[in-house]
């Protein structure tokens, strides 16, 4: 069956560093790729997310390509803020639009 | 706007006691839910899919008769948890989508259960 796989966390880093987390999936048939955010206390919200191959999903500095030849959706961000301290869910949705999330990686952005 | 919201947010129960959980989408017409359980450090892990005014499909593994799914209007969905057990003490998550399945999905904050 579909699945998605991240970087295990936590994940600590500086203000201003450059933030990865690594996903990839496995699946039948073309998906659609999510990245979800998940701060303290609060609902999952919709990061970003590709339809395609090769497709860019963008947001709020946060960027992550759709690559079908490495299975990949990879999340990054330039220069993380204290405000970005969060869990991260990247996530698939199967062609009857059911959402397969990854384990989630929480990142500590310190000051 | 797509504000879904749940309630309660927290409860706490006996063993052998039924909870219910609502979920509702506070500024638009969710014809499809889905309801979601979260263990700590994991993953969410689908449990069921509710259209309205349809029975709710369950997936594999999820007892449809221990997790009750109601879905009788296009903002409100509920999930009973009949006869609770510690086990079943986690955090549950519902999201709405206002064009089928295939929408995006709107994400309530959770309830988180916990069965004593």
């Known amino acids: 069956g579909d699945s998605v796989t991240q970087m295990e966390g936590p994940v600590t880093l500086s203000e201003e560093a450059f933030l990865t987390i690594n996903c990839t999936y496995t699946a039948t048939g073309y998906p659609s790729l999510f990245w979800y955010v998940q701060y303290p206390g609060e609902g999952l919200q919709l990061l970003l997310k590709?339809?395609?191959?090769?497709d860019k999903g963008s947001n709020k500095g946060f960027e992550a390509t759709y690559r079908k030849e490495t299975t990949s959706f990879h999340l990054e961000k330039g220069s993380v803020q204290v405000s970005d301290s969060a869990v991260y869910f990247c996530a698939l949705a199967d062609s009857w639009g059911k959402l397969q999330f990854g384990a989630g990686t929480q990142v500590v952005v310190t000051p | 706007g797509a504000v879904v919201s749940q309630h309660p947010s927290r409860v706490i129960c006996k063993s052998g006691t039924s909870v219910k959980i609502e979920c509702r989408s506070l500024?638009?017409?969710?014809?499809?839910m889905f309801w979601y359980r979260q263990f700590p450090k994991q993953s969410l892990m689908l449990m069921a899919t509710?259209?309205?005014?349809?029975?709710?499909?369950?997936e594999q593994g999820v007892e449809k008769d221990k997790f009750l799914i109601n879905h009788a209007s296009l903002t409100l969905s509920t999930l009973t948890v009949t006869s609770a057990h510690p086990e079943d003490s986690s955090f549950y998550i519902c999201?709405?989508?206002?064009?089928?399945?295939?929408?995006?999905?709107?994400f309530g904050p959770g309830t988180r259960l916990t069965v004593l």
């Open positions: 590709a339809t395609k191959a090769d």
């Open positions: 999201s709405a989508a206002s064009t089928g399945p295939m929408g995006e999905q709107f």
């Open positions: 500024d638009f017409q969710a014809t499809t």
């Open positions: 509710s259209n309205e005014g349809s029975k709710a499909t369950y």
